[in-house]
T-cell receptor, first 116, second 111 residues
Framework: AQKITQTQPGMFVQEKEAVTLDCTYD???????LFWYKQPSSGEMIFLIYQGSYDQQNATEGRYSLNFQKARKSANLVISASQLGDSAMYFCAMSGIYNQGGKLIFGQGTELSVKP | KAGVTQTPRYLIKTRGQQVTLSCSPISGHRSVSWYQQTPGQGLQFLFE???????NKGNFPGRFSGRQFSNSRSEMNVSTLELGDSALYLC??????????FGPGTRLTVT
């Protein structure tokens, strides 16, 4: 069975500093995708970044980058130059080829607070 | 391009009643997935529809059902509501098995 683990329930970061949110996963699928979503207090889930299991390079999207270490089964999110608007819940999620459809498995989330 | 829309945004129902939630995907997206989010269980997958067919289903009782129309809009129905059904219900759309874009959610309170 697939599983996503986020071990940091809450984190604090100073504005303009970088922060790493941890995510480890477990799957027996030969092909899978890893996603990060941001959920502000409003509730809407915002897609941030995607990494495919066969991608050779780490994904980057603006201030977001995904540190993908396949052997360690980790997919950490790095946010550079944190902004006050980055304060939110962050979820790591996985899809798999054997999901037979659009099913994402989510971790428990990390609540990030950016301090001015 | 318009995002995913969900109606209603807030809903209060009484135990034993039924409820129908609606989701309109991003134009061109054929896959719609539904998730339940609660403080205790986190985000859990309910089911996914693709081209009007249920393609995948999570581990929820039969009281939870859904359907998808030819225009890709989807509805989710919960019958015989229980207090534990109080949650934020999120729907997400995608082209197929790629990244999913979520709507704002429907917050259901069962009293």
């Amino acid at each position: 069975a697939q599983k996503i683990t986020q071990t940091q329930p809450g984190m604090f970061v100073q504005e303009k500093e970088a922060v790493t949110l941890d995510c480890t996963y477990d799957t027996s699928d030969p092909s899978y995708g890893l996603f990060w979503y941001k959920q502000p207090s409003s509730g809407e889930m915002i897609f941030l970044i995607y990494q495919g299991s066969y991608d050779q390079q780490n994904a980057t999207e603006g201030r977001y980058s995904l540190n993908f270490q396949k052997a360690r089964k980790s997919a950490n999110l790095v946010i550079s130059a944190s902004q006050l608007g980055d304060s939110a819940m962050y979820f790591c999620a996985m899809s798999g080829i054997y999901n037979q459809g659009g099913k994402l498995i989510f971790g428990q989330g990390t609540e990030l607070s950016v301090k001015p | 391009k318009a995002g995913v829309t969900q109606t209603p945004r807030y809903l209060i129902k009484t135990r034993g009643q039924q409820v129908t939630l609606s989701c309109s995907p991003i134009s061109g997206h054929r896959s719609v997935s539904w998730y339940q989010q609660t403080p205790g269980q986190g985000l859990q997958f309910l089911f996914e529809y693709f081209s009007e067919t249920q393609r995948n289903k999570g581990n929820f009782p039969g009281r939870f059902s859904g359907r998808q129309f030819s225009n890709s809009r989807s509805e989710m129905n919960v019958s015989t509501l229980e207090l534990g059904d109080s949650a934020l219900y999120l729907c997400a759309s995608s082209h197929d098995r790629d990244e999913q874009y979520f709507g704002p959610g429907t917050r259901l309170t069962v009293t």
